[in-house]
């Protein structure tokens, strides 16, 4: 991300893209510091998503550069840095079609440093245009259908832009801040393409056109099928290129130690070494900003930010605040904020805003839970029916046919469930936490798996969650508790009064008990497939306990009701 270089009279960092996103301070220490995370381990969660990044480059690059060797200039990834840069100004100098693993030439002055997957030639305005490849999603499928905007994009193996009224886009900051931070490298150089455009390859199952499964679909890093790229997303540079240089002013000048930085709560905090590691031994950023009662601690990220602007650094400030309310507050009601802030002064976890807490509840009741690896697919879809654990699962090394198989089986378990129940007269409900994940693997699945037994099609699918039936718990939460220490089930439950059985248990663990359970590295682990089914077993669980706490069914003095303090407790302080 960042690295120190002396120079003789001029700066010594050089940074790349990868800075310009995230937290400043972390930036600062990495660079300031960088002999105290030696034999730092890296995050489990972390460095499975490199890996896998890594996988899909190289599935990209074998798919393109096999469909036309002669049409590309490889740049060996064996050079050394300055030889690789040389040999990119060269193949761009002799006119290279295309050109993969490209690397441009450190600039001591700016302190830019970075490279692009692709270089590709613009034949109609000369210069080359950046083409990133990126491990993260940048559209979705759409029905094609009037709408103000249609995303462009190009078919990877002949460039062709146009707008695509297949797709619809999906926001990658970090995608355009790459490209626009490589189109200035290009610029210095007289490589950049007039048409100051860049383009992005995602991950898309391998589809083409906009298609999902069938004959072309990858088959994961084993790969036995054909592996065809995602389309590009073409991204207009225009309106980023000022916003970039602002941004890598401010980021260059933190590396630098031109500015200042503190601590703040951002998402990234949880997978950060410099949470709970201090400079020198000291205490790391959690201590940091709990002895400051920091706001960000419970107003993380750009609510933070906001409050900052109106001079209010502390939880003791903001709850303290009168008057009225921010004009630039954009983050729900304010005076929950500060109600939140009287909370966490308080040691309160949960705060209610209703005088009856409330969950749908019905005769039959089934909690689920899936587990999913990466944007591979979804192996292990658990469920809890009259406290019977039910998990419909594939142990082969995703994504695989065999997904479909178990994705049939559960939906099928499923729907049956709820067809007794209508023909028996009792009402029917199905509870996740955080219906996010599973709506968007319960819609890929049917598309990816169209046709195999018990796969139900989309409109099936959406009928179903769009329902009364599909209840999401994280929603009733978010709806009715005001939660200072945040949302995560694995925050909510333990209130409730359930406990994990694994101390590690979090979807970030998960991702790498998987690669041993099915055996990515080296032959299966059986126990860890058996870690795998506990953890889902508890998730279940502990969907059920808190929707009973919650809402129970008979008046008992463990529920939400009794045990949680309400709005008017706060309302007048701490």
């Known amino acids: 991300m960042a690295g120190n270089r002396q120079a003789v009279g001029g700066p010594v960092a050089f940074i790349d893209a990868r800075a310009l996103i995230g937290c400043r301070h972390r930036l600062h220490l990495n660079s300031a510091h960088p002999h105290l995370l030696t034999g730092v381990v890296e995050d489990p969660g972390v460095r499975q998503r490199r890996e896998a990044a890594a996988e899909h480059r190289n599935r990209v690059r074998e798919a393109l550069i096999g469909a036309d060797p002669d049409g590309w200039v490889v740049i060996d990834p064996s050079l050394r840095a300055t030889e690789r840069a040389e040999a990119t100004i060269r193949a761009c100098a002799a006119g290279g079609k295309h050109i993969w693993g490209g690397l441009l030439p450190q600039e001591p002055d700016t302190g830019r440093r970075g490279g692009a997957e692709i270089l590709l030639r613009d034949h109609d305005r000369g210069g080359y245009i950046p083409v990133i490849v990126v491990n993260h999603k940048v559209t979705d499928p759409r029905r094609p259908e009037p709408a103000d905007f249609h995303p462009t994009t190009s078919d990877p193996y002949r460039w062709d832009p146009r707008p695509d009224p297949h797709r619809k886009l999906r926001q990658q900051p970090r995608d355009q801040q790459r490209l626009a931070h490589l189109y200035r490298m290009l610029q210095r150089h007289g490589l950049a393409s007039p048409a100051l455009v860049g383009g992005v390859i995602g991950y898309q199952f391998g589809r083409n056109e906009g298609q999902v499964g069938g004959e072309n679909s990858g088959r994961g890093p084993e790969g036995a099928r054909r592996y065809d790229p995602d389309r590009i997303l073409v991204h207009d540079l225009g309106p980023v290129l000022a916003d970039y240089d602002h941004r890598y002013a401010d980021r260059i000048a933190v590396v630098r130690n031109e500015l200042p930085t503190v601590p703040s709560k951002v998402p990234e905090c949880r997978q950060c070494p410099w949470w709970n590691r201090g400079v020198d031994g000291g205490r790391g950023c959690e201590g940091w900003l709990a002895e400051h009662h920091d706001v960000s601690l419970v107003a993380p990220g750009s609510r933070a930010e906001v409050l900052r602007g109106h001079g209010v ?17 954009q983050h729900g009601p304010f005076d929950e904020a500060v109600v939140t802030a009287r909370a966490w002064l308080a040691g309160a976890p949960l705060v209610r805003r209703m005088d009856r807490v409330y969950v749908r509840r019905a005769d039959v009741e089934v909690d689920v839970d899936l587990e999913s690896y990466q944007e591979y697919g979804a192996y292990l879809w658990g469920t809890l029916l009259d406290g019977v654990y039910r998990p419909f699962l594939s142990w082969d090394p995703l994504p695989t046919e065999d997904e479909g198989r178990s994705f049939g089986e559960f939906w099928t378990w499923l729907m049956t469930v709820r067809a007794e129940a209508a023909t028996s007269g009792k009402t029917f409900a199905a509870y996740c936490y955080s219906r996010t994940a599973e709506d968007k693997w319960l819609y890929e699945s049917a598309r990816r798996f169209a046709g195999m037994p018990g796969v139900p099609t989309v409109e099936q699918v959406r009928a179903f969650v769009d329902g009364p039936e599909w209840v999401d718990m994280f929603q009733a939460v978010s709806e009715q508790f005001i939660c200072p220490n945040g949302k995560g089930l694995k925050k909510i439950a333990p209130v409730a009064g359930f406990s994990w059985r694994d101390p590690e ?25 058996t870690r795998l089914l506990e953890y889902n077993e508890d998730d279940v669980r502990a969907t059920m306990v808190l929707r009973e706490w919650m809402n129970p069914r008979e008046r008992v003095a463990h529920c939400a009701d009794l045990e949680v303090p309400g709005l008017a407790d706060f309302r007048a302080g701490v």
């Open 313 to 329: 650094r502390t939880i003791d400030d903001l709850a303290a605040w009168v008057g009225p309310d921010p004009e630039d507050w």
């Open 505 to 529: 248990a979090g979807g970030e663990a998960s991702m790498g008990w998987y690669r041993r359970a099915v055996g990515y590295d080296a032959e299966p682990d059986l126990s860890q497939r």
